[in-house]
């Protein structure tokens, strides 16, 4: 089992963050979907395509809970619910979900000069989640 860490100094650089690094190692965990949405979202980040991050990383968190992998099959029903429905799992599958069902304006949305850093910021959150969610799982393994 390992265990992945972070900087907030490695994840702010997109062109040389933290999941592209350790993509062939993280990729090992993950089943044939999962696999294919990581590779997009790993192109997404390259390019700093905010939306597109914020959009697969929401994905990518639901596919691998439904997947069934060894990894996830290995985990109990509590384990897998306390890991999936955190308070930042949550945030992260309603920014994706205001982003691509639209009900209303949203920062980030909204016309304004700062809305790219808002974007930013919020694709760095994303990640972040993403990466404690995966440690979450490596850890239980």
Same mark, same amino acid.
């Given at each position: 089992?390992?265990?992945?860490?972070?900087?907030?100094?490695?994840?702010?650089?997109?062109?040389?963050?933290?999941?592209?690094?350790?993509?062939?190692?993280?990729?090992?965990?993950?089943?044939?979907?999962?696999?294919?949405?990581?590779?997009?979202?790993?192109?997404a980040?390259?390019?700093?395509?905010?939306?597109?991050?914020?959009?697969?990383?929401?994905?990518?968190?639901?596919? &691998?809970?439904?997947?069934?992998?060894? +990894?996830?099959?290995? *985990?109990?029903?509590i /384990?897998? @619910?306390? %890991?999936?429905?955190? !308070?930042?799992?949550?945030?992260?599958?309603?920014?994706?979900?205001? &982003?691509?069902?639209?009900?209303?304006? +949203?920062?980030?949305? *909204?016309?304004?000069? /700062?809305? @790219?850093? %808002?974007?930013?910021? !919020?694709?760095?959150?994303?990640?972040?989640?993403?990466?404690?969610? &995966?440690n979450?799982?490596?850890?239980?393994?």
């Amino acid at each position: 089992m390992r265990v992945f860490k972070l900087s907030l100094k490695k994840i702010t650089n997109f062109k040389n963050t933290f999941l592209i690094n350790n993509y062939i190692e993280i990729k090992k965990y993950l089943g044939p979907h999962g696999s294919c949405i990581f590779y997009e979202l790993t192109e997404a980040i390259k390019y700093n395509n905010y939306l597109t991050i914020i959009i697969l990383s929401a994905t990518l968190i639901d596919v &691998i809970k439904n997947e069934k992998t060894d +990894i996830i099959n290995s *985990l109990s029903g509590i /384990e897998i @619910n306390s %890991i999936f429905s955190s !308070y930042e799992a949550m945030w992260l599958r309603q920014t994706r979900n205001s &982003i691509v069902h639209y009900e209303k304006p +949203i920062d980030g949305l *909204l016309g304004n000069k /700062e809305d @790219n850093k %808002i974007l930013e910021e !919020y694709s760095v959150k994303t990640i972040t989640i993403l990466l404690k969610i &995966i440690n979450e799982i490596l850890k239980l393994k």
